[in-house]
């Protein structure tokens, strides 16, 4: 189970339904059909620069943000937590990147779904692998590699 909150920002339904394909694919290649329920808060630059200050003590807004649940082993299905993106963010660095803005929403709602689900960069092998698993995920959505330096080139 999905739960989409806008927040803030000029989110469309399009926004809403690549979310769920995009963080639904994440999940199912980990996990399966095993039941799980996850929030997806919508949000500006404003509101999620106030969270990456309170929460990782970083000025300034930043795409996505990912809040693990607590672990409740009695669940009937598994609590993944929270990711929150900024859609203010997201548009600047698709333009910037060459990307479409749903492109660059979907592989972020992997990356925080990933990161959920126990996956980090906070070395390079880490990094890698992660960025191995996007890969995966978004070339089962059609979604060209984000990370193809030939592409990304001038």
Not at 82 to 97: F, G, H, K, S, Y
Request: include cysteine; aromatic fraction near 4%; charge should be negative.
């Amino acid at each position: 189970m999905i739960d989409i909150l806008r927040e803030a920002g000029d989110w469309s339904a399009t926004d809403e339904e690549c979310v769920r394909q995009a963080a639904a694919q994440a999940y199912g290649t980990l996990r399966g059909r095993a039941p799980a329920e996850l929030s997806v808060v919508l949000t500006d630059d404003a509101q999620i620069a106030d969270l990456n200050k309170a929460w990782r003590g970083r000025s300034g807004p930043t795409n996505v943000l990912s809040f693990p649940a607590a672990e409740m082993p009695a669940a009937e299905a598994a609590l993944l937590g929270d990711v929150v993106l900024a859609r203010d963010t997201i548009v600047r660095e698709a333009e910037a990147q060459g990307k479409s803005f749903v492109d660059h929403l979907a592989h972020l709602i992997i990356h925080g779904v990933l990161h959920l689900l126990g996956h980090d960069h906070e070395d390079e092998a880490e990094a890698e692998a992660m960025e191995a698993l996007e890969r995966r995920i978004l070339e089962d959505l059609g979604i060209a590699d984000p990370y193809d330096a030939d592409r990304l080139a001038p």
